[in-house]
């Protein structure tokens, strides 16, 4: 598969930010609205996977890694559970919400800083969801593009 | 009242399109049309699960199983043969 006609590269390369914004959005108020940190991740990687059809996986692996896809998995990983563990530690249990409540981040309505997200440590812990669902789902479909490409000569 | 009349006809036509879109799914010896119709069957789906007033599921459905479901049961197929064998 390397890559389709002019057509679908320009319509693919219009489209995408629409998709990934949308994804986006639907990650950061995973608090609020219906959605959260897997939904946004999915609608993002399927728009990753959208460029991977329309450009080719040869291109896509000359972008971005496997590896660096895998490292920003774990990553998302690490970081839920260290919330989780910071939780333990500056709270009374594992999962304590521990923003909630203070003046200073991410707290409570109507005091300074504390309005740019009120829920806590829960959109930090969509954000880390989202992360490595968008590098999990894309990696698995780049990997799987480029190693039948790699294989069979003769398939297109 | 008329809204209401529209939703319940939509709640009886959708399952009946999911019906008829699994059927295809399995009828059909081209396994491109048969992916295509696993596809069709999930947007449906996802609608029906929108109208039961679920959005999270419907997000969580359109994007896994209409599009990167789909993409790698194409990517699978292009590795292999198109046409199912009897």
């Known amino acids: 598969m390397s890559g389709m006609s002019k057509i679908v590269k320009t319509i693919s390369s219009i489209t995408f930010p629409f998709v990934t914004i949308y994804g986006l959005y639907v990650i950061a108020h995973g608090h609020l609205t219906p959605g959260g940190g897997f939904q946004g991740g999915a609608v993002v990687a399927s728009g990753c996977a959208m460029i991977l059809v329309a450009y080719g996986s040869v291109w896509t692996m000359g972008k971005i890694k496997e ?27 594992f999962f304590k919400n521990f923003l909630v409540g203070n003046d200073f981040l991410f707290g409570e309505i109507g005091k300074g800083l504390s309005n740019i997200s009120t829920a806590g440590a829960l959109p930090l812990m969509n954000f880390a969801v989202g992360l490595k669902v968008i590098a999990g789902l894309f990696g698995i479909v780049l990997v799987m593009a480029y190693t039948t490409k790699a294989k069979g000569g003769k398939i297109e | 009242m008329v809204a209401e009349m529209l939703v319940n006809i939509v709640h009886i036509i959708i399952p009946i399109l999911i019906v008829i879109a699994s059927a295809f799914a399995v009828v059909f010896k081209d396994l491109i049309a048969a992916a295509i119709a696993v596809a069709a069957m999930s947007l449906l789906l996802s609608l029906e699960f929108y109208i039961l007033h679920a959005p999270d599921v419907a997000i969580a459905e359109a994007g896994i199983g209409a599009c990167l479901t789909t993409a790698i049961l194409v990517i699978a197929i292009r590795a292999t043969r198109r046409e199912e064998e009897a």
């Not at chain 1, 590896?67 to 530690?89: D, M, N, Q, R, T």
């Open chain 1, 67 to 93: 590896k660096h896809l895998s490292v920003l998995e774990s990553f998302g990983a690490i970081g839920f559970i260290g919330l989780a563990f910071l939780g333990l530690i500056f709270g009374t249990m």
